[in-house]
């Protein structure tokens, strides 16, 4: 009876897990060597923040040697910025060589700045 008890309650830890941090996503992102963390990824299902779009910046950011913090880009993503837009945008700055900051660009994205 204890050992039905114990996988019952193992089942509904993997379930609230499974539903509030997706499992195979974070584990992309790991491997792709970007540090998400599961908390975050918590945080960002109760926030309503799509998981896809900010795991996939901060890889393609990751794979162009530009530092990002998830909890800076779910800020501007709640601010209503394009972060894919930006990232993008702050990338091609870099290799342009220009020193300009994500957190400048996603003001001037929101102030509607070309």
Same mark, same amino acid.
Do not use: C
């Given at each position: ?7 019952? #309650? ?18 992309? %992102? ?23 779009? #900010?795991?996939?910046?901060? #890889? ?32 091609? %700055? #870099? ?20």
């Amino acid at each position: 009876m204890a050992i039905l008890l114990i996988i019952i #309650i193992i089942l509904i830890i993997a379930i609230f897990f499974w539903y509030f941090a997706p499992i195979g996503l974070w584990y992309e %992102a790991k491997l792709s060597g970007v540090e998400p963390g599961i908390m975050n990824m918590a945080k960002m299902r109760l926030q309503k923040i799509p998981h896809q779009i #900010i795991i996939s910046t901060l #890889i393609k950011s990751h794979n162009s040697n530009l530092k990002q913090d998830v909890n800076e880009l779910m800020k501007a993503y709640l601010a209503g910025v394009n972060i894919e837009k930006v990232t993008d945008t702050n990338i091609r %700055a #870099i290799n342009a060589g220009l020193d300009i900051y994500f957190n400048v660009l996603a003001k001037f994205y929101l102030a509607k700045v070309d």
